[in-house]
């Protein structure tokens, strides 16, 4: 059974880097056509797509958010991994790792882009 | 602000039918197919619905989803009270090159 599971520090200071882990089970990360996403939420607030890495390193960022963030997949030790520079209090969420299934039909369908399974979140705090 | 618009929230009885509307552009729903998650209160988002209309194995045929134009319609029927939570339309922006979701409808069941 496919999990994940996200872990970190729970407290970043403003400026600094908030670097997520999220660790994969239950299918390989590099036998999969899947890509790997991260999505944040604020409290009391809504879910933000952050960006997806493929096991080969190709990635896709939020626009708002791409020149803070760094996506990278270690495939020995099935894991990938988020970087955010320069936090801010708006920094401050639940974020989750999922598995993306990102694909393009034809130009009629368009593409396909859904998270399935979610990890549990963890909480990171941006606070002095 | 979302680049999807949903209805902050909707309410309806036990028993009866409710619907999500999720409403966008042409870069995004126009052209792409829609997500849809519950979030039930303090848990993990949960797939519902993906490319349009297909259910996960798993969840039950009273979930369904479609697509018109730019806009997209979540559609419950038989509500429970089990089915309180927060709903999320997502899809992919083509002008963007990224995932959007919608800000989310709280559903109250009464």
């Known amino acids: 059974q496919l999990q994940l599971q996200e872990s970190g520090p729970g407290l970043v200071k403003p400026s600094e880097t908030l670097s997520l882990t999220c660790s994969v089970s239950?299918?390989?990360?590099?036998?999969?056509?899947?890509?790997w996403g991260w999505i944040r939420q604020p409290p009391g607030k809504g879910l933000e797509w952050i960006g997806g890495?493929?096991?080969?390193?190709?990635?896709y960022y939020n626009p708002s958010l791409k020149s803070r963030v760094t996506l990278s997949v270690d495939t020995s030790k099935n894991q990938f991994s988020l970087h955010l520079s320069s936090v801010t209090a708006a920094d401050t969420a639940v974020y989750y790792c999922?598995?993306?299934?990102?694909?393009?039909?034809?130009?009629?369908?368009?593409?396909?882009?859904?998270?399935?399974?979610w990890g549990l979140g963890t909480v990171v705090t941006v606070s002095s | 602000q979302s680049v999807l618009t949903q209805p902050p929230s909707v309410s309806a009885a036990p028993g009866q039918r409710v619907t999500i509307s999720c409403s966008g552009g042409?870069?995004?729903?126009?052209?792409?197919?829609v997500s849809w998650y519950q979030q039930l209160p303090g848990t993990v988002p949960r797939l519902l619905i993906y490319?349009?209309?297909k259910r996960p194995s798993g969840i039950p045929d009273r979930f369904s989803g479609s697509k018109s134009g730019t806009s997209a319609t979540l559609v419950i029927t038989g509500l429970q009270t089990g089915d309180e939570a927060d709903y999320y339309c997502g899809t992919w922006d083509t002008s963007l090159s990224g995932g959007v979701f919608g800000g989310g409808t709280k559903l109250t069941v009464l």
């Open positions: 042409s870069s995004n729903i126009g052209s792409n197919y």
């Open positions: 890495i493929y096991y080969s390193g190709s990635t």
């Open positions: 999922a598995r993306q299934s990102y694909g393009y039909f034809d130009s009629w369908s368009g593409y396909s882009n859904w998270f399935d399974p």
């Open positions: 239950g299918v390989s990360i590099s036998s999969s056509s899947y890509y």
């Open positions: 490319d349009n209309n």
